[in-house]
């Protein structure tokens, strides 16, 4: 782990912390923290806990976490790190199936309960700056909510768009997602007052410092997180393709408008492009996923200023430090 706790964004430790019985207490304060006030946890009912030999025997493939609460209302949790082109209909699809799967053959309309899905996204899906919405069926000429359509709910919470300081958490909901997107740098020793404060995340940050030394988990954590790296790899390659190409056309372009022109304005930004990505991928291997507004701060950078970033991000070891680097630049 190199002194620091496991991801908690990474699948096997978000299902881990949230999906393990003995753990019902930080999904039912995690549920609370985006659905209140419309709605209220005291108790949930996990129906596919997490099972560690599974994830021992290389089986299992769930990545999301169902659950009911004491009304009998269903939740489907999912934790989505890298971007998905048709991820507006992928949630849908999972959430009308959560839905339809509660019903046994012969049984009536009236069985089936209310349905929602919360979904955390480590990219952004919406243009806008609001970090979470909330999606229900509703009239479009009186934006009316008729209460027997409200079975089928969507939350989405982007994480990367979370810029709060320390001294503007005040919400549960601010507390969880400090959590998720800085739960690697926290101990029970450097917990902010803010978040030490609420006992289940108190009780997250143990969790994932246990993770960190146990062996078997250990494992387990390091082979997810190799995987992901793996697809971020073919992403970036997909993405390096793209920009060989749009050199090759800026190229093709300048040949057109003048040689020495377009030469120079075709190597300078695909020297840059390629300075920056890697200057991501070397970030995303040493601290973790690169929060969106870290590499909003990386695409205005300089030739100079992403190299002077590369060599100090060896004394660099959350994006905390550096975010405080690049404003200090």
Known sequence: MRGVNPNPTVDFVFRKLFG???????????????????LHLTDVIIKNPFNLAAYKGAKESIVDIKAMDQDGTWYDIEMQVLGHIFYGKRALFYLAKEYVDQLEAGEHYSALNTTIGIHFLGFDVFADDRMVRHFVFKDMDTNECPAHLEDLQLYFVELGKFHKKWSDI??????WIAFLTQGQAFTRNNLPVTLGSEAAIMKAVSELERMGVDPRLRDIYEAEEKAKMADIAELQYAEEQGIKRGIER????????GIERGLEQGIEQGILRGQRQMLIRQMT????????????????????????????????????????????L
Not at 27 to 38: A, H, K, Q, T
Not at 170 to 175: C, I, V
Not at 250 to 257: A, F, M, N, R, S
Not at 306 to 324: K, M, Q, R, W
């Open 250 to 257: 800026g190229l093709e372009q300048g040949i057109e408008q």
């Open 20 to 38: 393990s019985e003995e753990n019902k207490d930080l999904l039912i304060s995690l549920i609370n923290s985006i659905v209140e006030p419309r």
């Open 170 to 175: 005040s919400t549960l909901r601010d507390r």
């Open 285 to 328: 291997r040493h601290i973790g996923l690169l929060p969106a507004h870290i590499e909003a701060r990386i695409d205005i950078l300089s030739s100079h200023q992403i190299t002077e970033l590369g060599e100090a991000l060896f004394d660099l070891n959350s994006y905390a430090e550096v975010d405080e680097w690049l404003s200090r």
